[in-house]
């Protein structure tokens, strides 16, 4: 399985990842089509499900793509979902915003719910502070710290949350 900050920090350098793309490949679905990339979003197999969520930020935004992505985010399981929000929020999207604010408590996987709390405060919004401050506790809390950079000059009843953590 990919790392999902691995793959995030990835696309920031402006490159793909290749290992988010090898589920399409050995699928032989185009990475640049469109039309492909959305009915591999509804795959049933989830590494093609949301490497093709991954890929359609690839691309131009287009009211297919976000209408896709959007019924992903809804619908899907919460890695499928994770990289469908990725994407809308590349495009600007911002209306997955509150329903990620209500899934992540309901949350399986610790490394996608910390990934979702640092895309949502990356849009502005500390819903998903508890995933990271609870992911700190633990006695493996590397994703949590590569999170709380997101959470920098966001504030919780008035206090900073990054430095709260450093009164702890």
Known sequence: RVNSFCATATRR???????????????????????????ALRNSNENIAFSAAYGLAELPKTTASERALEEAFETRSENVAYWAAVSLASFGNKKWVPLAAQRLRGGQDEHVQVAMASL?????????????????????????????????????????????????
């Open 13 to 39: 350098c402006g490159t793909i990842d290749s290992g988010m793309m090898r589920a399409l490949d050995e699928a032989r679905i185009d990475h640049t089509s469109e039309e492909q990339l959305i009915a």
């Open 120 to 168: 949502l405060a990356k849009g502005g919004n500390l819903e998903g502070w508890f995933v990271v401050e609870n992911q700190l506790r633990t006695k493996y809390p590397l994703d949590a710290l590569v999170a709380v950079p997101s959470f920098v000059k966001m504030n919780r009843d008035g206090v900073d949350l990054v430095r709260l953590l450093e009164v702890c």
